[in-house]
């Protein structure tokens, strides 16, 4: 199975910061992935897809990057609603799995 | 407006069966892959089976081969989970989530339903 990890477990910070989270799959999975945000007691939502494609509706400051074994999600400016926790998951190989997760809280 | 809901979870024995539904609306069922993902409370997510746009295909994670099932009625716009041998690992939050398929990109599970919640306890 592809195990998925992802760097800081948890991140402080403050409105209007640059928040940078990392996703690590330990084998490559092209751009077969997928970002995606859940707010407490809330579905997840999808971000991202194929790596780097926003999707509808989702904020111009969400971005993503990488292909291979790894991918960053980049809050270019944090807004009180993103406080949140993120999830990155492949899509490339059964099964599909996630990874832990990394919780944006307020600083 | 595109939606899934999901019924069918309570508290049940270890060792006993339990099936999930999911009601879809306001897209084209036929069209999409379907997948189910739980959670575990206070725990992270965890993919647990998808299911062709057809239903000709259907994937597992290790864990519940063997013990559940995924299908889908096309014809009545519901995708199903029938879990068997039920587990205390197998306690979550259990969704149904949409995935447009494609051979060429990934596009993400892109509509969530809000839930239905299994437990497992004696």
């Known amino acids: 199975d592809i195990q998925m990890t992802q760097s800081p477990s948890s991140v402080s910070a403050s409105v209007g910061d640059r928040v940078t989270i990392t996703c690590r799959a330990s084998?490559?999975?092209?751009?077969?992935l997928a970002w995606y945000q859940q707010k407490p007691g809330k579905a997840p939502e999808l971000l991202i897809y194929a790596a780097s494609r926003l999707d509808s509706g989702v904020p111009s400051r969400f971005s993503g990057s990488g292909s291979g074994t790894d991918f960053t999600l980049t809050i270019s400016s944090l807004q009180s609603e993103d406080f949140a926790t993120y999830y990155c998951q492949q899509g490339n190989t059964f099964p599909f799995t996630f990874g832990p997760g990394t919780k944006v809280d307020i600083k | 407006q595109v939606q899934l809901v999901e019924s069918g979870g309570g508290v049940v024995q270890p060792g006993r069966s339990l099936r999930l539904s999911c009601a879809a609306s306001?897209?084209?069922?036929?069209?999409?892959?379907m997948n189910w993902v739980r959670q575990a409370p206070g725990k992270g997510l965890e993919w647990v089976a998808l299911?062709?746009?057809?239903?000709?295909?259907?994937y597992y994670v290790d864990s519940v081969k063997g013990r559940f099932t995924i299908s889908r009625d096309n014809s009545k716009n519901t995708l199903f989970l029938q879990m068997n041998n039920l587990r205390g690992d197998d306690t979550a939050l259990y969704y149904c989530?949409?995935?447009?398929?494609?051979?060429?990109?990934?596009?993400?599970?892109?509509?969530w339903g809000q839930g239905t919640t299994v437990t497992v306890s004696s």
């Open positions: 306001g897209f084209t069922f036929r069209s999409y892959g």
């Open positions: 299911i062709s746009h057809n239903g000709s295909n259907q």
């Open positions: 989530v949409r995935e447009p398929y494609s051979s060429y990109t990934y596009y993400g599970m892109d509509v």
């Open positions: 084998q490559n999975i092209s751009s077969w």
